[in-house]
């Protein structure tokens, strides 16, 4: 079973920048993509950013292009996101999630750390 494990998440002001981690264990080679997710109060849950692990194709949400970027560490089985010029409206719990090979939908979840910007 896939585990994934987010961090970094926490309290700034507008402008500022955050790192989130989201840290995979267990069969890493069963997946072909990472994303991040986010779900503000109120709101649905929306595609952020993702990664594949093989040959890190990404993809982005246009509400956070040109501001955050996803990458990956294959080594430490770590996916990123870096989160720059940070605005109120991205205040949100941030979710990572992994999709299996061979599968339409993400599969496995993580907890979600909590990110507010304040303005």
């Known amino acids: 079973q896939v585990q994934l494990v987010e961090s970094g998440g926490g309290l700034v002001q507008a402008g500022d920048s955050l790192r989130l981690s989201c840290a995979a264990s267990g069969p890493i080679f069963r997946l072909y993509t990472t994303g991040w997710f986010r779900q503000a109060p109120g709101k649905e849950r929306e595609f952020v950013a993702s990664?594949?692990?093989?040959?890190?194709?990404?993809t982005a949400a246009d509400s956070v292009k040109g501001r955050f970027t996803i990458s990956r560490d294959n080594a430490k089985n770590t996916v990123y996101l870096q989160m720059n010029s940070l605005k109120p409206e991205d205040t949100a719990v941030y979710y990572c999630?992994?999709?299996?090979?061979?599968?339409?939908?993400?599969?496995?979840w993580g907890q979600g750390t909590q990110v507010t910007v304040s303005s």
């Open positions: 990664i594949t692990w093989s040959g890190g194709s990404t």
């Open positions: 999630a992994a999709r299996s090979v061979g599968t339409n939908e993400y599969n496995y």
